[in-house]
């Protein structure tokens, strides 16, 4: 409310005044009929990180992805990438800017709705401000064209991530922060989005990407152009690009699941036979874990020297030569449900992917290999290494891959299912997937729903195995 005083002023002075206020007012409402269809919103930035435990600037507020389709040409030659990314958001609050998480290359232009947007850079944060604020709730496009010579990353545990050039293409790998190496997006796991990936590249390499392939043709220069659709939700992390000198072999898993498999040509002979037993594995794990997740299949393996590990990336784990045997080849098929389909709420939970894909392995040595998983248990309960912290609570950035992570983890499922039971926990692991199919979920949801299925308190096996830090137990 404004108040008025008397000034005095002559009956002539406040007609005069009147007047003006006449005149102030008819304009005010002519500037309310200007008022954009946002209704006039007065939003605020989105936050440029989510503050997760060890990635405090990873990920961004304020939105929510459902989509991206990104194209991408590469010359092997140069190293350059040109890419295009159009991502389908909405807004959570009301935007007066956004981020995305971009490593390195360059923008060239970015809209939002198809208007341009004003674009800055500070290290990784690329802050975008669009014409008009954004309502909460409200559903928009962001545009971005970018290109350069991807730079990989280094993780905090020394080993490298992102796009990683090879002697004729390249292999994109991300967990934890490496996508950002190669397309603008919310790169936290817990902003799961459908993904369409067109890959162009020189005619004769093959250009892979997760998901179901969807058309390949000519494109200009003698190129290719591949379209791969990951139709259903997928953490960027497990985001994947292959382009290289491959053999491709396709095939049927669990009846109608496509399943494409390739090897670099030095590696055909020596990987047939376990490449042959893919969908196998994945019919045992079906049976085990539930229904697979997604729709599609695969494999990659790669010469040894350009990737240090082996990676679940979303429906085709890629695998460096020397670590495609059966047991990484069981792990990484098994994080397809856990992981990939129930994927961390945070790098905190990143337990719930390792252990229970560690215990993957457990249970088929136990099934098809004559390992009880006790022994399993065992082995693990004796190692030293496997003491160094609670699973559940890793003590940096450093750590997340650490052996407690894997193999304690790994024992706390399996203190779980001598507590509760094999029916018990046969039910707990099919429901565990089943409840969190597509979605996120944390250590708390997991205690929370191991104790709604066992009907009782299961603090005795929390207290010890996934959150105690006293070291081993007197007894296993």
């Not at 991300?174 to 996508?179: I, Y």
């Not at 990951?230 to 994947?240: F, R």
């Not at 990987?271 to 594995?281: C, D, F, N, S």
């Not at 792990?331 to 993957?360: C, K, M, R």
Request: hydrophobic share 40%.
């Amino acid at each position: 409310m404004i108040e008025t005083r008397r000034t005095g002023r002559s009956p002539r002075a406040a007609a005069s005044l009147a007047a003006a206020l006449a005149v102030l007012a008819g304009l005010l409402t002519g500037l309310a009929g200007c008022v954009p269809e946002t209704g006039g919103v007065r939003g605020t930035p989105g936050a440029a990180g989510l503050r997760d435990p060890y990635f405090a600037k990873l990920g961004n507020g304020g939105y929510d992805v459902g989509h991206y389709a990104l194209d991408l040409a590469y010359d092997p030659d140069t190293g350059r990438l040109d890419g295009t990314a159009r991502i389908t958001a909405r807004a959570t609050q009301d935007l007066s800017a956004f981020n995305l998480d971009l490593s390195g290359l360059t923008v060239t232009s970015a809209t939002v709705d198809g208007a341009p947007a004003a674009v800055n850079r500070a290290g990784t944060e690329l802050t975008l401000r669009p014409r008009d604020e954004l309502p909460g709730g409200r559903e928009f496009t962001v545009t971005v064209a970018y290109a350069g010579v991807p730079e990989p990353l280094t993780d905090p545990d020394g080993s490298t991530e992102g796009w990683l050039r090879s002697a004729d293409g390249a292999v994109a790998v991300g967990e934890p922060a490496g996508s950002m190496t190669w397309f603008p997006g919310n790169h936290h796991p817990s902003d799961k989005a459908s993904y369409e990936i067109a890959l162009t590249a020189p005619s004769g390499l093959a250009a892979l990407s997760n998901g179901v392939r969807v058309s390949a043709g000519p494109a200009s220069g003698g190129r290719t152009r591949t379209v791969w659709r990951q139709p259903e939700p997928m953490a960027s992390y497990l985001a994947t690009v292959m382009i290289g000198r491959y053999e491709t072999t396709t095939g049927t898993a669990l009846g109608e699941v496509p399943v494409v498999t390739a090897v670099e040509p030095a590696l055909v002979s020596a990987t047939a036979g376990l490449r042959a037993e893919l969908p196998t594995l994945l019919a045992r794990q079906r049976d085990r874990f539930g229904p697979y997740p997604f729709s599609a299949a695969g494999a990659v393996v790669t010469a040894d020297g350009l990737l240090g590990y082996a990676l679940e990336t979303q429906t085709r784990p890629v695998f460096p030569a020397g670590s495609f045997d059966r047991t990484t080849l069981v792990h990484e098929l098994a994080h397809q449900w856990f992981g990939n389909s129930v994927t961390p709420e945070s790098w905190q939970d990143i337990w719930l992917n390792e252990g229970f894909a560690t215990y993957a392995e457990w249970l088929y040595a136990e099934e098809y290999g004559s390992v009880p998983a006790a022994d399993s248990f065992a082995a693990a309960f004796a190692e030293d290494a496997n003491w160094a912290f609670p699973p559940a609570d890793p003590p940096t950035a450093e750590n997340l891959f650490d052996p407690p992570v894997y193999q304690r983890g790994a024992m706390v499922l399996h203190k779980l299912r001598e507590t509760v039971g094999d029916r018990v926990f046969d039910e707990l692991l099919r429901g565990w997937a089943a409840k969190y199919r597509h979605a996120n979920a944390s250590t708390e949801d997991f205690t929370a729903y191991a104790e709604s299925v066992a009907g009782r308190d299961l603090d005795g096996v929390w207290d010890v195995w996934l959150y105690g830090g006293g070291g081993r137990p007197a007894e296993p």
